[in-house]
């Protein structure tokens, strides 16, 4: 069973949307690459115009998927880094999507759907939005989302969220840079539309190459820090720490940090 849905208008408008639902879409590792694949092919499809990437259920996408990161946990360190590498290249491959992608956020939108918000090219949100760096209550790192994150929000909004853990809401991400604006649940559709139309209206090729242009000369990250946002993880998930946070989430108990 596929955990993303395609929905395409007669415009070349494509909705990608995360269904697994009952997880508040958390990023598996199966979910994880569905979104990588459908993203590659969307971008080398000439007929599609823009992409909207959206969840279904209550959440955008809950963060990193807490069954993963506990088998994460028992690997070793090989396959820890090509688990980190998987979440690192999808990230990677929306943010280069040749297409305009926009994110349509609403519910929960913790560590790892931060990061997917941030590889959009625009984000809006319903005002009732969470949003949140929750790994370090684990005892894990924002890590390989971290370098879209930081080209997004820039050092000085990002030091505000990226290590407390603490959950903000819509109108905070707008100021931090993580949204573009947050409007009422009911007008979130129609706020979404409102940024595709203008699209519609240029050159699918000059969108393609003005998106290029701005990534090159931007903050885009560079291959040698996702390289090392993927050492910081895998290096996080060997730490004690790490395995005290996540054994005392499923014993569901609080860790001995908390407070």
Known sequence: MSLVRIDRDARGVVTLWLTRAEKHNALSAELIDEIHAAIERLGADEAVRVVVLAGEGKSFCAGGDLGWMQEQMAADGETRAAEAWRLAEMLGAVNACPKPVIGRIHGNAFGGGVGMACVCDLAVAAEGAKFGFTETRLGLIPATIG??????????????????????????????????????????????????????????????????????????????????????????????EAGEGIAAFFDKRRAPWMG
């Open 147 to 240: 370098p879209y994150v930081l080209a997004r929000m820039g050092e000085a909004m990002a030091r505000r969220v990226f290590m407390s853990a603490r959950i903000f809401g819509a109108a905070e991400a707008v100021r931090l840079g993580v949204v573009a604006e947050a409007v009422p649940e009911e007008a979130l559709d129609a706020a979404v539309e409102r940024q595709v139309r203008p699209y519609l209206d240029c050159a699918p090729g000059a969108v393609a190459e003005a998106k290029a242009l701005a990534l090159r000369l931007g903050a885009a990250p560079s291959e040698a820090e996702v390289e090392a946002s993927v050492a910081a993880l895998v290096r996080r998930w060997e730490s004690a």
